[in-house]
């Protein structure tokens, strides 16, 4: 059942080794520059934090700070004990690095073979890696946990479709990490093959990197007929493996033995109660080539409160709502695009992708939603596209609380990016 003793702790030995390790952290990061900057600063002594309330004690370090330290201000060791260093996507700006000692790695390849261990995958099955290689953690990051684990390991990397259907049918593929917009793309061209997704031996899909909700998990794995687990986690705390859905699908444990996990409200930084919507703030407790204490992940999520039926007591978070900066004001009113994808999905006529576009006509800003259909639904018959557009207009301003124009396009006509989808294009900012 589980992959190693941490596991199974009991709150009571979670916050043992939190304060633990924590203090162990701080006495590390205080030989970096940053932090040895900021604690003379703030007067803090790192020998003086006991429990884990005092951990508040410290200030945040937002991704602007890992930008200002680029790229080794935040080194607690020399750079020759480093061994590897990745870069965040860059998003949602310039990139971040972060560098990794031996342990730091080895660390990581384990909290990443829990997680595979967790939703069943075992040494037998064979695991081929369909995110980008290179600096993208979910290559390498992947990788290791799933060699860790002692999958034979394909590491694949993204794109060339038919190769990736290939290797699936030709090596038996049965367990896949894949990001969410290209596993519903790779459906399409399993289709145009010929095949069903359904009859690919895939039977567990790691799916993660960015949003989707949970109507496009369940329609992913109603096209592939396989078991989707949720896979969250950021460059700055290693990459994928900080937190993971168990077989019970509601929730992340977020692996508290390794990270200290806090929820706060985005504009105050204080702490929101249990259950509800905040920035996750995260403090490493494993890594020693470079800590980090109390990071703005800028994810939004929330913890679910009460036990989880699988016994595991790291606490449990919600699928990511969105990123701060993914809010999107439109009229006075906020909304996340996981509200759109959310209602697009639970629709049988709608395709695997869809766009946002926001532009301003005059002065009143205007939300356009360009919606793919699936190939039987794209017909000549206009009455019933305008009926399907106006329903769902409907739908989606029920959801969102503004009107947005839809716009019906053929399966497959949308752009798609190679890695992370982008769900939203801003013309507003060109024409104000
Ligand atoms: P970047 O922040 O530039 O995209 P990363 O490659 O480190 O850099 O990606 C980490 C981010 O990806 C997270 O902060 C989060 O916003 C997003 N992410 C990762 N996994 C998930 C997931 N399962 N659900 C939603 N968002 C995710
Ligand atoms: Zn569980």
Same mark, same amino acid.
């Given at each position: 059942?589980?992959?190693? =003793?941490?596991?199974? /702790?009991?709150?009571?030995?979670?916050?043992?080794?939190? #304060?633990?390790?924590?203090?162990?952290?701080?006495?590390?990061?205080?030989?970096?520059?940053?932090?040895? +900057?900021?604690?003379?600063?703030?007067?803090?002594d790192p020998d003086t934090i006991h429990t884990l309330d005092d951990v508040r004690r410290i200030p945040f370090t937002t991704k602007a700070d890992l930008r200002a330290?680029?790229?080794?201000? $935040?080194?607690?060791?020399p750079v020759k004990d480093m061994v590897r260093m990745h870069v965040s996507s860059g998003t949602t700006g310039a990139p971040t690095v972060i560098y990794h000692t031996k342990n730091d790695l080895s /660390?990581?390849?384990?909290?990443?073979?829990?997680?595979?261990?967790?939703?069943?995958?075992?040494?037998?099955?064979?695991?081929?890696?369909?995110?980008g290689y290179g600096l993208f953690t979910g290559g390498l990051g992947?990788?290791?946990?799933?060699?860790?684990?002692g999958c034979l390991t394909i590491p694949a990397g993204a794109g060339n479709s038919m190769r990736q259907i290939k290797l699936i049918t030709d090596f038996h593929v049965t367990a896949v990490h894949i990001i969410p917009s290209y596993a519903m793309h790779l459906a399409? *061209? #399993?289709?145009?093959?010929?095949? +069903?997704? @359904? +009859? $690919?031996?895939?039977?567990?899909? $790691? *799916?993660?990197?960015e949003p989707y909700t949970e109507e496009s998990r369940r329609r992913l794995e109603a096209l592939y007929d396989m078991k989707v687990y949720n896979s969250y986690g950021l460059s700055e705390m290693n990459g994928p493996g900080v937190a993971f859905e168990c077989p019970e699908q509601h929730g992340m444990h977020l692996w508290e033995d390794a990270y200290i996990a806090e929820i706060v409200d985005p504009e105050t930084g204080d702490p929101v109660p249990d259950g509800e919507l905040g920035e996750l703030v995260m403090t490493t407790l494993g890594r020693e080539g470079m800590p980090i204490i109390r990071y703005r992940t800028r994810d939004l999520t929330r913890f679910l409160p009460g036990?989880?039926?699988?016994?595991? *007591?790291?606490?449990?978070?919600d699928r990511i709502a969105g990123r701060c900066d993914d809010m999107i004001i439109i009229k006075g009113v906020n909304i996340y695009p996981m509200q759109v994808e959310a209602i697009?999905?639970?629709?049988?006529?709608?395709?695997?992708?869809?766009?946002?576009?926001?532009?301003?006509?005059? =002065?009143?800003?205007?939300? @356009?939603v360009k919606v793919e259909l699936k190939d039987?639904?794209?017909?000549?018959?206009?009455?019933? $596209?305008?009926?399907?557009? @106006?329903?769902?207009?409907?739908?989606?301003? =029920?959801?969102?609380?503004?009107?947005?124009?839809?716009?019906? *396009?053929?399966?497959?006509?949308?752009?798609?990016a190679e890695g992370k989808a982008k769900r939203v294009v801003d013309n507003r900012g060109a024409m104000s």
């Open positions: 059942m589980f992959y190693d =003793d941490a596991e199974k /702790w009991s709150r009571q030995e979670i916050e043992k080794a939190q #304060v633990q390790r924590l203090r162990r952290t701080l006495a590390r990061a205080a030989g970096s520059r940053f932090y040895g +900057d900021l604690f003379r600063a703030k007067a803090i330290a680029y790229p080794d201000g $935040l080194l607690a060791m /660390w990581w390849a384990s909290l990443m073979a829990r997680c595979m261990y967790m939703v069943g995958i075992r040494p037998t099955d064979v695991f081929q890696n369909m995110s992947i990788h290791y946990g799933a060699e860790r684990l399409n *061209v #399993v289709r145009e093959m010929g095949m +069903d997704p @359904k +009859d $690919l031996p895939i039977r567990f899909a $790691l *799916v993660g990197a036990p989880c039926p699988c016994g595991r *007591v790291h606490r449990r978070i697009l999905m639970a629709m049988p006529e709608v395709g695997q992708n869809y766009l946002i576009e926001l532009d301003r006509v005059g =002065d009143m800003d205007q939300i @356009k039987e639904y794209f017909v000549e018959d206009m009455r019933a $596209l305008t009926a399907l557009q @106006k329903r769902i207009t409907a739908r989606l301003r =029920d959801e969102i609380l503004v009107t947005p124009k839809v716009e019906l *396009v053929e399966a497959k006509s949308l752009p798609r």
